[in-house]
T-cell receptor, first 111, second 114 residues
Framework: DAKTTQPTSMDCAEGRAANLPCNHS???????VYWYRQIHSQGPQYIIH???NNETNEMASLIITEDRKSSTLILPHATLRDTAVYYC????????????FGSGTQLTVLP | DVKVTQSSRYLVKRTGEKVFLECVQD?????MFWYRQDPGLGLRLIYF???????EKGDIPEGYSVSREKKERFSLILESASTNQTSMYLC?????????????FGPGTRLTVT
């Protein structure tokens, strides 16, 4: 699996967009980009994933650069409940196997 | 809405006790997983199951066993609890069609072994 690099922490004002970057310069052509988050004392929560095209769902948008070496998770209107550690994972899809989290980005949404 | 439930949020057991952690999912998922999460060590896979009665060892299976008699239920068993098994235990499930990384997690069980 490709290695990812994320900032350790970020702050965002409530109601503003939160833009969380992830670098994955060694990504291969068939690897997906996945985002999860973990709110304190809860289980991780799947957010979104993508291969090449930008993706959007009810929770967030995922922007992947054309060379696929980096991506940005966008929470369009951050709320206090979005305060969590956000993990970017790059890997092949396919048969069941483990999920490996890096250190992630601690996002703090400020009132 | 997808739902993975775990039998307890907090559990305190004594060394040597046999411990059962239950996980139930209502999404008809084929794959189910047990992880433990410890500070500084991240998420580590204990066992996973890709079908009823099927199981495979993860990275740290020692001291644990699992049971999957029904599709919706995956149990983790600590045969003889030890203090180094004090941890947060997380269950997850995923569908075969969605691939391994679109996993849905339960709330976790914080187990303390004294």
């Amino acid at each position: 699996d490709a290695k990812t690099t994320q900032p350790t922490s970020m702050d965002c004002a409530e109601g503003r967009a939160a833009n969380l970057p992830c670098n994955h310069s060694t990504i291969s052509g068939n690897e997906y980009v996945y985002w999860y988050r973990q709110i304190h004392s809860q289980g991780p929560q799947y957010i979104i994933h993508g291969l090449k095209n930008n993706e959007t769902n009810e929770m967030a948008s995922l922007i992947i650069t054309e060379d696929r070496k980096s991506s940005t998770l966008i929470l369009p209107h951050a709320t206090l409940r979005d305060t969590a550690v956000y993990y970017c994972i790059v890997s092949l899809s396919g048969s069941a196997r483990q999920l490996t989290f890096g250190s992630g980005t601690q996002l703090t949404v400020l009132p | 809405d997808v739902k993975v439930t775990q039998s307890s949020r907090y559990l305190v057991k004594r060394t040597g006790e046999k411990v059962f952690l239950e996980c139930v999912q209502d999404m008809d998922h084929e794959n189910m997983f047990w992880y433990r999460q410890d500070p500084g060590l991240g998420l580590r896979l204990i066992y996973f199951s890709y079908d009823v009665k099927m199981k495979e060892k993860g990275d740290i299976p020692e001291g644990y066993s699992v049971s999957r008699e029904k599709k919706e239920r995956f149990s983790l068993i600590l045969e003889s609890a030890s203090t180094n098994q004090t941890s947060m235990y997380l269950c997850a499930s995923s569908s075969r069609s969605a691939g391994r990384y679109e996993q849905y997690f339960g709330p976790g069980t914080r187990l303390t072994v004294t």
